[in-house]
Structures are given as C-alpha cells and as structure tokens.
C-alpha cells in the first residue's frame, strides 16, 4: 500500500475537512477551517496530508497535520514565531504505518524552511509526541467556580456522551463542592474594574512584564481581529482593567459557561481581588459556572492558581498535556519562560 506525505493543495480543503468529520463523527463547517488555518495573521497553516496512492478513483486521505503560525513577544519586545500543532489525526484503519511520524518529518522540514522555531500544543496522547521528538514538559491543569449548581452540573455532564452513572455522581458533587467553596467570594476585597479596548492586550502585557524574558501570545491588532473579533465559536470577549492599572483581565461567556481567559498582574499583586471581581462581572451575565485554564510551570503562573484558590475557585489538577518541539538550534526559548492561557486553545472548548 503506497502513502504519499505531502502538503495539502488548495483544491483539497474540503477533502481534509470531511476526513476530519467522518473520523471524529462531527461536523466541523469548512468557514472553521478557513479561519483556524487559512485566515491566521502570521500565515496560512502549514498543512500535511497523508493520500492512499492505491485508491485511484478520488484523493483518499488517510491522515493529516498541520502547524499554524504564532508570534510570541518578551517583555523587552522581541519577537518569536513558533507554530501551533493542530488537526493531528490517521486512519485508524491505516495504523502502524508510520505515518504519523512521515507527517510531521515533512512537517518539521516545512516549519524550518518558514522560520518557526518552535512547535507547541496541547494532547492526551503523551507517548505517540515523545516518540517523534517533543518534550513534554508540564500538562495543564484546570479551575471551576459554579455559580448554579443544578445548571453547572448539566452543562459539565453534557460535554461527555460516554458518561456512566458513578461519573455523574461525581460531576453532581463536584457542582456543588465548587459552589459552597465559591461562596468565599463573598467575603473578600474587590477591585474596580472598568471595560478597555480588546486591542489593549498587548500593551497590557508589556505595561506588566516589561524587561522580563517571558514570552507570550503577540497580540496585534491583526491577531485580535481574528482570534477574538472573527472566532466563529459563539463567544463573546470583554477585556478589563483596574482603577490603578495594577491588573488586566480577558473574559469570554456564553450562554452555559463563562471563561477567564486571560490575566496579567505583577506576582505580588492582590490578583484575587480582581477574579472576585471578574466572577461578579460574569454572575451579572448569568452564567452557571466559570472555568479557567491553568499552569504551574512558572512563578507567575503558579502565583495565579493561588490567587485563583484565594478567590473561591476549585483547582483541578488534571487535563491534557502541553507538547514542546524546538525547531532553534539556540534553544532561544525554555517553555517555563511561557505566560500560557486559553487564547493558546482553539477557542471552542
């Protein structure tokens, strides 16, 4: 059986898009697909595609994979492009043929000739990343803070069919343990925050971190526009800043759940002042629960899921884990040095 590992053709969008929803029986529209890879403001994604040559009649694919651009930025205001791992998939009918391991050699050679130097995301499948080369150097973690139990239990049931009676039991007791931890809230300081401009990110950044080797997400102008202004899933962004310009918070809500996506404050800040702050914001809109996504890969980091616990949220320490390709032979970024949030998700979860 002969595989050929090359890129995907423009002409060929479709069939990567429908082989993406037979496997993972979905329905991904193709607009998604345009604007997660063909739209990003730092290049079109670099997208691999494994075809079955022995099929003759049509373009079978049999896998894909693909990197898209991403600037990161310092504190002193230099610039990295990495790239995002995104849409790794094989047939399951076409395992053990290596395919997966071809893909991202021909991968790896593309990203270099484009000028990435890093390759980063997010996935369960620990060993399979390990394999071909990345590091796997910290899994993420999250926190929940539910605001309507019976609600918060519906919604969190709902994002897994397979759930047997014990786990709903289990996601019933953890509506309510989050609940009546949530209450503390109550009872603690506030910060006033007033509404900013989404296109104020970047500038809240470097305003909190300037000088500092740590990088995070290039948020231009062109990259707000699209990850937040042109997100095709549902969500609604609202940036935030406090009265002393001492904390700087992104939010997004929809109707079942709320995220703090986003926060940059100095360590030593009373950055739970400003959550209990963004947790009232978000109770106004109606939302049941409020999730967050969270790393203890840094002091900064590690300092927010404190102030996170402070505020009344329950951590969670389970989730997927972060994979790490370096691509430099400078080895210019260590990935303790990211200031990582959800914005480095899709944006659908």
Known sequence: MAITIRLLRDDEIQLANNFFNAIYQTNRPLVNFRWEFLEGPFGKAIYVVAIDDSVTDIVKVVGIQCAIPVELINGRGERVLSAKSEDTLVDPAYRGQKIFERMYDLLFEACRHAGIRYIWGFTPAKKAFERIGFAIPFAT????????????????????????????IKILGLSYLSWFKGLKRLFGDHLTLTETPLS?????????????????????????????????????YRSYQSVLGNFDALVNSRPNVGYIEQIFAPVKSPQHSGIRSLVDILHKQGVPLIRTFNFSSNDVLKAQGRQLSEAGFTYLKRGSYFVWKSLDDQERIQPSQLLINRLFTQGNL
Do not use: C, I, M
Request: aromatic share 12%; glycine share 4%; net charge positive.
């Open 200 to 236: 104020d990110k970047d500038k809240a950044f470097q305003r909190h971190y300037a000088g500092q080797d740590l990088f995070t997400l290039h948020e231009t102008t062109a990259y707000l526009t699209w990850r937040l202004g042109h997100n095709p899933f549902g969500n609604h």
């Open 141 to 168: 973690e999250q926190a929940l803070l539910v605001l309507q139990p019976l609600a918060a239990y519906r919604y969190l049931k709902s994002l897994n069919e397979q759930n047997k009676t014990l786990d709903k």
